[in-house]
């Protein structure tokens, strides 16, 4: 099956500085999506990329899906401690039967102030 | 905003017993899905559901598992004969579409399994 990697596994950060997680995949995606998981809760959506080389923002925020469609990073500015969690991307896959979403390993970020 | 919502957020049972999870997906999404979490590690896929019937399901899923929408509202998954290798976190999660679209996934926050 189709899988998805991250690195890095666990990242910790002095509060202020700046975090990227990165995804990849040895094979072409059609879209992927990012997610973040708040210690002891559930995966929330943050967004989707379908497009080659797009990017996009939210605050503080940076999504990269690159050119070949084969990996994507998210990248925090100015990190807070609200920030903690652990990030995953995850991609649809689109069988003959029905969908799946699939995780990948997901990075720790740990934030100290 | 809409939720996900699970019932119980934590169930404990023995080894060999039944265990039924309940989810009340978002009232105008269309695809319904079952995820698990072992502790520490990534989010995995068990089963997609829409139309009724399983669209999608993993190798986890197997004849110990399954899953119905009894009546239009609540989406169950049954453990038959639980495993002390059961115990996970087991997500719910709905989506108006296949893909998620713009909206991604939406999950609820959970059930906690822990198999004695």
């Known amino acids: 099956g189709q899988q998805v990697m991250q690195i890095p596994q666990y990242q910790h950060v002095q509060e202020g500085e700046d975090f990227t997680t990165y995804c990849n995949s040895s094979t072409t995606l059609s879209n992927i999506q990012w997610y973040k998981q708040r210690p002891g809760g559930h995966p929330v959506f943050l967004i989707q990329?379908?497009?080659?080389?797009e990017v996009k923002k939210q605050k503080r925020l940076t999504f990269q899906f690159g050119e070949a469609k084969k990996n994507s990073s998210l990248h925090i500015t100015a990190t807070q401690t609200t920030d903690v969690g652990t990030y995953f991307c995850?991609?649809?896959?689109?069988?003959?039967?029905?969908?799946?979403?699939?995780f990948g390993t997901g990075t720790q970020l740990k934030v100290e102030l | 905003e809409p939720e996900v919502t699970q019932t119980p957020s934590h169930q404990v049972t023995q080894m060999g017993q039944e265990v039924i999870l309940r989810c009340v997906p978002i009232?105008?999404?269309?695809?319904f899905y079952w995820y698990r979490q072992i502790l520490g590690q990534k989010v995995e896929f068990l089963v997609s559901?829409?139309?009724?019937?399983?669209?999608?399901k993993s190798e986890i899923f197997d004849d110990q598992f399954s899953v119905e929408r009894p009546d239009g509202s609540n989406f169950t998954l049954k453990i038959r004969s639980t495993k002390l290798e059961d115990s996970a976190m087991y997500f719910c999660?709905?989506?108006?579409?296949?893909?998620?679209?713009?909206?991604?996934?939406?999950f609820g926050s959970g059930t906690r399994l822990t198999v004695v």
């Open positions: 999660a709905s989506s108006p579409r296949g893909r998620g679209g713009a909206s991604g996934y939406t």
């Open positions: 995850a991609v649809v896959i689109l069988t003959g039967g029905g969908n799946k979403l699939t």
């Open positions: 990329l379908v497009k080659s080389g």
């Open positions: 559901f829409y139309n009724n019937e399983i669209s999608e």
């Open positions: 009232s105008n999404h269309l695809y």
